[in-house]
């Protein structure tokens, strides 16, 4: 059968210098409907039964969620743990909403470049630019045969049109293509996110096991999901015909959205929480001898824990300590697999209350425990504005680290919040950086802070007023020990 493979590609206007516009109108493309009946068609009932969901649920996160994994059979299965989901999004400030769903009726990747989703509810607008980034960086194109039928996107929408009413969207079909793509994609949609775009990943859980058996999969499912584990997620899916278990067809049938979303998950070092289990056995309408499981997880950016700060700090105060009297790097294997993920991260060393060195990296180079090792040894010896720390000092100095999350651009200056946020300042080749601890410890208003933070830079103090500045601003765990 010969597959035609439609490709939209959306051209910019084009604005002549004289600023008259030369618009070409194109009719706005608008992907309809196609999954009405897993959801109520009528535009009442539809928002009734979603915000009859919504309000049987309850909010367990307590900070703002980067993910959610949501499963999409019809409302009367899964409508319970959708609403899980998107309870814990609810009354925040989103934007945009980057969905990854299954193509259950073709085989490849998608992304959707139309101009709006219609639902019973109303439309919900694509992010084109945000599209077509996605799009560019991984070759992706828009395959209708892929979308036009497909309900695992579609099925979310009542809830977001319902808490967003002008959210818009990414959607985005992941199909069965390879890890370095799955990869790729990932780093692409982390590309474009900011503070406000959640993205979901839409899966159900096992298919068509007994109940028992499904309880017991699904559940060791959820443990892959909660250790971010996606090649123990390939794996057993490749061994799901030799597993012997009766009636099951895939264990995640979103194995693919499912990967991408925990790649993301760990290069925003967001982690997950479980928030609902069951399967279709559970609810007034199926059957249990072949069930569907459902799970919802939120993933939020959680801290380091005591214990992990405390390692971090006793690596730190050894690497100095060894390195200083003898020239050494100790040897270490953290015990938390945290400590191993890539972050940016500064030391500080302090002497009767005056700084004593100060050095860090900006950008997840490094794993994380490697990054604060190394710049330990950076500000003990290798910080020009002062003497290498000598082994006399070594019981004065006080260390404190901050790890850092990935800086991310601000439109202007006037959006950089004090004491809360660290600042990159990029203007005219040179680059200069301040903590967030910094601007409160001196007393700095903003415009005083950038006057600094400008002449670190080796540039006049109005430097930061330039058009060409550009400001990235990250937050920062601080933590230290006497
Ligand atoms: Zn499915």
Redesign the pocket.
Known sequence: MKRLIFIAILFFLAISCEGVKQEEVKPMRIRKPAAIGFYPGGKEACEEMVRGLLSGAKKVVNKKPKILIVP??GYIYSGKAQAEAFKQIEGEDYDTAIILG?P?HWPASSISLSDAYEIPLGTLSVDKEKAEKIAKACELSEITEADAPEH?IEVQLPFLKVLFQDIKIVPILVGRVDMDEFAGLASAIKAVMDDKTIVIV???LS?YPEYESANKVDRETISFLLNLDEIGLVQREMDVYSSKIPGLSTYL??LSPTIVGLKVAKLTRARPKTLIYYNSGDTPYGKRDGVVGYASLAFTKEGLTNEEKEELLKMAKDTVELFVKEGKVPEVSPKSMRLTEPSGVFVTLEKDGNLRGCIGYIWPIKPLYQAVMENAINAAVKDYRFPPVTSSELSDIKIEISVLSEPEKVGTWTDIVLGRDGIVLNVAGRQSVFLPQVAPEQGWTLPETLMYLSIKAGLDKDAYKRKDAVFEVFQAEVFSKE
């Open positions: 999409h059979a299954v259950h695992s839409s899966t159900d298919h049938c979103g």
